[in-house]
Every structure is written in C-alpha cells, then in structure tokens.
C-alpha cells in the first residue's frame, strides 16, 4: 500500500473521513513575482524541449523543479525542497512512499522535518487523476506534523502538468479544492501562490 493506491478523491475521503468544499478560490488576488534571470532564461530554453517530450519526468525536470527552487530562492532558502523523497508516515493506512515535491518551513535539507505545507503531485495530462494521491499526500503532511510536535492551519497541495497548475488546501478534515487551471506563464503569478503558501 501507498499514496499511489488513492485512485481517486472518495476513496481518500472514505478513507480518512474527509469532507470537501469544491470550486472556491482560496488564493488571494498577489501581486506577481518577478522572476529571476536564470528561472526566465531556464524557462525559455527548458519549457519547449519539456512541451515536446511531454513526459511527466521532463515536465518535472524542466518545469516544476525550477519553478519551486526559484521560491526557495525568494523566500531566502528558509525552506527546504525534497524531489522523490519517500515519506513514509502511517504504512497501515496507505500514507507511505516517495512524494513528486515537498517543501518544509524547516531550514534542513538533509532529511524531511516539520512542518511541511505543500506537496506537489506532477500529471503529465489530467489533472484530476492525481487528485486522490495528492490529498492523501496532504493527510500525511498533517498527520506528520502534528506527530513532530509542529502542526499547522493549512496543508496545500498542488497538482501540476508543469503548464497548468491546480491547488487545494486541506484545514482539519476539511480538502477545499479550486478547479481553476492557473497557467504557468507569465511565472510570476505562481511565484507569489506558491511563496504566500510558505508564509501563511
């Protein structure tokens, strides 16, 4: 059993007793972080070349990655990013194997501390086929946290094609999902979603 078991967004409900909210915006309206030169000049050459292979790994090697390396940047290295990193909380339930991305508020970078806020699950195509993973994801953030003594209001999650980007949040038991697609370009709009993220 792992996160990759959740097929779907109610077999991850049923399992964990969730409830959902469903097409509500919770990002607020932000002003857009300039990207830096290197993030534009990465996108310019990366972005096509990931465009064409369409893979999922070249979407996350090429799109998602730097995109998230460049909030660490911005937010000063006072996060950590993990790529691939198993994070194993609750094998029982499911809540077990590698996440896509994971960033913590913690400073450490060698091994997963808490809390972590986001986990971002990377599509190639439909979105909404990594739904019930991400959101088990999501519990397991929480379920971590709160072990290590460092809980927090809101775990959000993120499912990405590298092009389109869809977000949700979970607060208690409670999975509030925003069905908008925010495309990647221009990346300063998802620069200041994902770096808000980190800050509340």
Same mark, same amino acid.
């Given at each position: 059993m792992?996160y990759?078991?959740? &097929?779907?967004l109610?077999?991850?409900k049923?399992?964990f007793g969730?409830t959902?909210?469903e097409?509500?915006?919770f990002?607020?309206n932000?002003?857009?972080? %300039?990207?830096?030169?290197?993030?534009s =000049?990465?996108?310019?050459?990366?972005?096509p070349?990931?465009?064409?292979? /369409?893979?999922?790994k070249?979407r996350s %090697?090429?799109?998602?990655?730097p995109?998230?390396?460049?909030?660490?940047q911005i937010? &000063?290295?006072?996060i950590?990013?993990?790529?691939?990193? %198993?994070?194993t909380?609750?094998?029982s339930?499911?809540? =077990?194997g590698p996440c896509?991305?994971?960033?913590s508020r913690?400073?450490e970078q060698?091994?997963?501390e808490?809390?972590?806020?986001?986990l971002v699950e990377?599509k190639? /195509?439909?979105l &909404?086929?990594?739904?019930?993973?991400?959101?088990a994801e999501?519990?397991?953030a929480?379920?971590?946290? !709160?072990? &290590?003594?460092?809980?927090?209001e809101t775990?959000?999650?993120c499912?990405?094609? /590298?092009t389109?980007?869809?977000?949700?949040?979970l607060?208690?038991?409670c999975?509030?999902?925003?069905?908008?697609d925010?495309?990647?370009m221009?990346v300063g709009?998802?620069?200041?979603f994902?770096s808000w993220m980190?800050e !509340?």
């Amino acid at each position: 059993m792992s996160y990759s078991q959740f &097929k779907s967004l109610a077999s991850v409900k049923e399992a964990f007793g969730l409830t959902t909210q469903e097409g509500i915006r919770f990002l607020p309206n932000l002003r857009p972080i %300039e990207p830096s030169p290197t993030l534009s =000049n990465y996108l310019e050459y990366g972005l096509p070349v990931a465009i064409a292979t /369409g893979s999922e790994k070249a979407r996350s %090697e090429l799109i998602i990655t730097p995109v998230l390396m460049e909030v660490r940047q911005i937010l &000063k290295q006072q996060i950590s990013f993990f790529s691939g990193e %198993e994070f194993t909380v609750d094998e029982s339930s499911g809540l =077990n194997g590698p996440c896509d991305f994971l960033l913590s508020r913690s400073i450490e970078q060698v091994d997963i501390e808490a809390p972590v806020f986001v986990l971002v699950e990377a599509k190639k /195509g439909d979105l &909404k086929s990594g739904l019930g993973q991400c959101v088990a994801e999501m519990v397991a953030a929480q379920q971590f946290n !709160h072990r &290590k003594g460092r809980s927090i209001e809101t775990i959000y999650g993120c499912l990405s094609s /590298g092009t389109q980007w869809r977000f949700m949040q979970l607060q208690g038991s409670c999975v509030t999902l925003d069905f908008n697609d925010y495309p990647l370009m221009p990346v300063g709009q998802i620069l200041a979603f994902l770096s808000w993220m980190a800050e !509340h």
